[in-house]
């Protein structure tokens, strides 16, 4: 298997504009997890979908981002507008979900974000 | 609520000396525990877990993890660190929820190995 999938890896752009992030998670997979990583906050959990269903939006952080998830091997997380503090590496991940017994995450290789 | 500590931000060790990277757990049942490592411009890579049974998890690269619940810690551990060993550790827990469950990490530790 490929691993979890995202695209762009980076992506400059600037303030005002609408960013879109794109991730495929592992066949099979039934859940799946969009991540914010900074030094300032570490890693925090944005939202997370079960079957293509949103279950915890919580630490999304304003109403100018948004996530989908159409399909089980596609999803996206877009901002807009973007700001200069979005900048930011934003991890995908995605599990086995409740049909697994770990729940054992699997990480994309990022999307390093930069907002001028 | 799940939730792990890790009291240090930073372990600094020799080369060929044991490393310990601390993880202490807070949870209400039968915890399910995690080691992930993050390489420089890399994602997190998992690297170990502990469900049930013995208390001793082995994973990749060599590493261990000692499962303690009278301590409610889960302590990653090397008998000898390597400099390419050199990363970003979290710990995390599993929370479960209604729909779908989810992990919860620490803060990170950065292990510095050097030669």
């Known amino acids: 298997d490929a691993g979890v999938i995202q695209s762009p890896r980076h992506e400059v752009t600037e303030m005002g504009q609408e960013v879109t992030l794109r991730c495929k998670p592992i066949?099979?997979?039934?859940?799946l997890f969009w991540y914010r990583q900074t030094m300032m906050r570490g890693l925090e959990l944005l939202i997370y979908?079960?079957?293509?269903?949103?279950?915890?939006d919580s630490g999304m952080p304003e109403d100018r981002f948004s996530a989908k998830m159409p399909n089980a091997s596609f999803s996206t997380l877009k901002i807009q507008p973007s700001e200069p503090r979005d900048s930011a590496v934003y991890f995908c991940?995605?599990?086995?979900?409740?049909?697994?017994?770990?729940?054992?995450?699997?990480f994309g290789p990022g999307t390093r974000l930069t907002v001028l | 609520a799940q939730s792990v500590a890790q009291p240090e931000d930073q372990v600094n060790v020799a080369e060929g000396n044991p490393l310990t990277v601390k993880c202490t757990y807070s949870?209400?049942?039968?915890?399910?525990l995690f080691w992930y490592v993050q390489y420089p411009n890399r994602g997190l890579q998992f690297l170990l877990k502990?469900?049930?049974?013995?208390?001793l998890v082995k994973g990749s690269y060599g590493f261990e993890a000692e499962f303690n619940k009278s301590q409610t810690s889960f302590h990653l551990k090397k008998p000898s660190a390597l400099v390419s060993d050199s990363a970003l550790y979290f710990c995390?827990?599993?929370?479960?929820?209604?729909?779908?469950?989810?992990?919860?990490f620490g803060a990170g530790t950065i292990l510095r190995v050097k030669s």
């Open positions: 066949s099979g997979h039934n859940s």
């Open positions: 991940a995605s599990s086995q979900g409740l049909a697994g017994r770990s729940d054992t995450q699997y």
């Open positions: 995390a827990v599993r929370r479960q929820m209604e729909y779908g469950n989810k992990l919860v």
């Open positions: 979908f079960n079957n293509n269903v949103p279950i915890d």
């Open positions: 502990y469900i049930t049974g013995d208390n």
């Open positions: 949870v209400s049942g039968n915890p399910y």
